[in-house]
């Protein structure tokens, strides 16, 4: 084997055993809130999936540095689950953005959801700077929690957005909540004075990784009457070129960071690249 295929390999399994030292923090999370984790519905091949994930995006970073991503990300899948299969009423989709948003600014929690949610407010705090990059925290929470409701009365009144709405709605995947999250608890000095701009960028990135998740996830979205891309009245030519679009507008906006934060800028990248490797679309083009 030559020593640049040693090398890759490597890498490759020292980032899967990162992985997998965080799979046993985030299983640990999740037996402590067994309630809003059902074995049914997440087995182990979720938590890998998950962690793998967050690996691969930074795998410079050690186990204790990927703690708050994992688990902004454990929490996401938990308040997403309770709204699209607990919540059965507009007002109890009202309170639920109501209490997580009063413990995002330090509320004493109510619930397990809301418990989860202020230890990973408590973690977050650790950082000094929290006290003035909360308010921008809480905004993006503010931001998921209003796109999931909308979902959800979509769902409800059974009404059919354009693709153009629904990608804007991407605020509900989370996936900018957790990328903030991160860059609070780890981020270079730089991403942490300029949060608000690269919030825009992963929040690009974001509507990209809504179409591409929703590829991803036709059949089984239909199979249980959750909203998709592919079943919103556009053919796939025209998925396929909206996410095309989405990479290359990401890509655009993700080039300037490198400049400053080099590891930011690759840490969005690899964002784009592991979904789109895990989805079998290797060149950001083929969605279907």
Known sequence: MRDDELDVAFELGRTC?????????????????????????????????????????APWAGADRLKAVNRAALWVTAVDRLVDRAVTTREQVNRLTRECLSVAEGAVPRSAVTRFLADLRDELATVEDFGDLQGIWRDQLARMLAGMARTWVWRDTHTVPTLARYVDNADSRGSCFVDLSHWIYTADDWARANLEDLRAVSRQVQRYLHLLGDVASYRRDLSWGDLNALALGADGAEVAAAITNLAREAEQLIGPVCEHSPRTASYLRRRLGFQAGVTGITDHQRAV
């Open 17 to 57: 055993a990162l992985a997998a030292e965080c799979g046993r923090d985030l299983r640990r999370c999740a037996q402590m809130y067994a309630d809003l984790f059902p074995d049914a519905a997440f087995g182990a091949d979720f938590f890998s999936s998950l962690t793998l994930a967050t690996a691969f995006s």
